[in-house]
Structures are given as C-alpha cells and as structure tokens.
C-alpha cells in the first residue's frame, strides 16, 4: 500500500508540474502590447495646368485672374500643361504718349487683376511677373529665358521704332514653397531687338532647387511702376499709330535632366 501511495503521490506531483508548468510558459505579453501596421500614400505627376497666381504672394490655394491691359474684358490665355509648366507672362502696355524729338524713357504699367466682383481692381495693382510650376517629382530643375521677337513696328505702315529698347529692372523670384530658391536670377536685363532669336536666361533652378510654384517679379510695391522701361530716342520718326511687338517666354528642363 505504501509502495502505491507513493507511486500515487509521486505521479499526482508530476501532473502537477507539468500542468502549472504550461501555464508558466502560457503567460501573458507585458501591457501595453505593440503591434506595427503600414500606412501608405502614391504620388504621380499632375498634368493639369498651374492657374496664375499673385505675385506679392504666390500661393496656388489663392489663384488670381490677371487682366490685359490692351484689352481688359479679353480673356487672359491659359498656362501649358504638364507637371513643369510656364503658367503666365505678363503683358506689357508702355501706355499712350506724345509724339517727342527728345529722348524718352516710358514704364509698362503694373499688373492689374480682377476682384471678386468679376472687375478689374485699378486700386490694387501688382507687379509684372512670369510664373512657373514645377510638380514633377523631387528638385530637378529647370531654366526661364526671354526674348524680343523684333523691334516695335506701326500697325498701320509696319514702320519701325528705331533704336527703342525694353529693360527689366528689379527682378526677383518669390514663392511659397519650402523649396530652395532658384540660384539663378537676374535682376536687371536688356532685350536685343533684331529678332536674331537669341534669348535672355533670366531665371534659373538647379538639381535641388525650384519645385512649387515660382513667380519671377519686377518690382515691389514702391517701384513696381518703374521696373520695366521703353527707352526711345528722339532721333527716331514716329507715326501717329499704335506700334507693337511680342515677347516670347520659354521654360525648358535643365539640359542635365533632359530626355532624349
């Protein structure tokens, strides 16, 4: 009987190892417990077009309708397309003068845009600017320049104005994006008029630089009415006309990020 006893015991003591022992080993993690999920968000280029915006404060939250000046009720043409895209240029009206024999210097006037009654505000003028959006993906760059498509001629005998030249002064770039600012910005230029084709580089980004929107100013509030001059001589014969020329702005990629 005692040899059974203890035989009995001796298995009750090794049931009872083996049960608290897997209840041991069975424990509860420490709270609080973790556990790691994944979150995820996919960018992809925008090839809509960049809508113009003001150039005191360049927000693209805060899109702005630019008025012409030669034509206020003509809509302004829309920006290109693309995720890098030339959105607006301003255009340039050096205003109504007498016919003089002396030299002469005329300032384009400012910027004007409409208000929220569909008018264009005359009391708030803005700078003239050209703007720029990059939206393709990381600081790649890229390269603004402008030229002069020929010297201003009549409208009516297509006669030219001889000798007259349009200087930028004042030339800035501003945004609102944490991006580097461009490191190429010239702040004073002189437009060729021979129609030669040879364009100004007036701004430009490099790799790491430029991503957002991007205006290229001229002027502020205190100089934006003198920023861009017509210097006109004397010398040159002028008709009782209207004399134009055109302006063409181009926005490339920098050659290094260029697609062959």
């Known amino acids: 009987m005692k040899s059974l006893k203890l035989t009995t015991l001796a298995g009750a003591l090794l049931f009872s190892t083996v049960i608290f022992g897997s209840q041991a080993l ?5 709270i609080p417990a973790n556990r790691d999920t994944d979150a995820q968000v996919k960018f992809v280029e925008d090839d809509a077009p960049t809508d113009p915006t003001d150039p005191t404060n360049p927000d693209p939250e805060k899109p702005v309708v630019p008025v012409d000046p030669t034509d206020p009720e003509k809509p302004v043409e829309p920006g290109t397309n693309g ?3 030339l959105d607006y240029a301003s255009i340039l009206d050096f205003g109504t003068q007498l016919i003089s024999n002396k030299n002469q210097t005329y300032f384009a006037k400012p910027q004007f845009l409409k208000g929220a009654d569909g008018k264009v ?3 708030n003028p803005v700078p003239n600017y050209a703007q720029v959006t990059d939206k393709r993906g990381g600081e790649k760059g890229w390269a603004l320049s402008v030229k ?3 010297q201003f001629k009549s ?3 297509k006669k030219e104005l001889t ?3 349009i200087t930028f002064l004042n030339g800035e770039a501003a945004t609102v994006s944490s991006s580097k600012a461009p490191s190429a910005v010239k702040d004073t230029f002189t437009l060729g008029t021979d129609g030669s084709g040879i364009a100004q580089n007036v701004m430009a980004a490099s790799t790491g630089e430029g991503f957002g929107t991007w205006v ?5 509030e205190n100089t934006m009415k003198e920023s861009i001059k017509l210097d006109v001589p004397g010398s040159t014969v002028k008709e ?3 004399y134009k020329t055109t302006l063409t702005w181009t926005l490339t990629d920098i050659p290094e990020n260029t697609e062959e």
């Open 83 to 85: 995720p890098l895209s």
């Open 155 to 157: 409208l009516k005998n």
């Open 26 to 30: 069975a424990a509860p993690e420490e």
């Open 216 to 220: 290229y100013r001229f002027g502020d």
């Open 163 to 165: 000798g007259a030249q």
């Open 121 to 123: 505000d005359e009391a």
């Open 148 to 150: 002069q498509n020929g």
């Open 240 to 242: 009782a006309d209207t």
